[in-house]
């Protein structure tokens, strides 16, 4: 985004967030959001929440030519991610360079306390 003109998209894919109406998992598929926004902000064209209902939570990325990817799905890989995990798995379809900091770090071994 430039600012000569602060409404032009930003490029990159978006970030879909279904979510469980009846189950209440908005706060949930928001504070993921917020987190991914904040981490991706120039990597991603957006993040959308969008209910559903069947007690479904699914993240996809989708957006460029490769179509959507499933980064995590409740029912198949089992409850909830880690923001952590979710972080890593969406830097890499979007970013597979960028560097996530104690992200990382915790990742390899060490118990990601400062």
Same mark, same amino acid.
């Given at each position: 985004?430039?600012?000569d003109n602060p409404s032009a998209p930003t490029a990159g894919p978006v970030v879909t967030i279904r979510y469980c109406v009846d189950c209440k998992w908005l706060l949930r598929a928001q504070w993921y959001a917020g987190e991914l926004l904040q981490t991706f902000a120039d =990597? /991603?064209?957006g993040v959308l929440i969008v209910p559903a209902h069947g007690a479904m939570f699914r993240i996809e990325v989708g957006g460029g030519s490769d179509g959507t990817t499933t980064v995590w799905n409740r029912k198949t890989d089992g409850g909830f991610p880690e923001i952590a =995990? /979710?972080?890593r798995r969406v830097r =890499? /379809?979007?970013a597979p360079d960028k560097a996530l900091g104690h992200v990382d770090r915790s990742?390899?071994?060490s118990s990601g306390r400062h």
């Amino acid at each position: 985004m430039s600012e000569d003109n602060p409404s032009a998209p930003t490029a990159g894919p978006v970030v879909t967030i279904r979510y469980c109406v009846d189950c209440k998992w908005l706060l949930r598929a928001q504070w993921y959001a917020g987190e991914l926004l904040q981490t991706f902000a120039d =990597d /991603l064209a957006g993040v959308l929440i969008v209910p559903a209902h069947g007690a479904m939570f699914r993240i996809e990325v989708g957006g460029g030519s490769d179509g959507t990817t499933t980064v995590w799905n409740r029912k198949t890989d089992g409850g909830f991610p880690e923001i952590a =995990d /979710l972080k890593r798995r969406v830097r =890499d /379809l979007v970013a597979p360079d960028k560097a996530l900091g104690h992200v990382d770090r915790s990742s390899t071994g060490s118990s990601g306390r400062h």
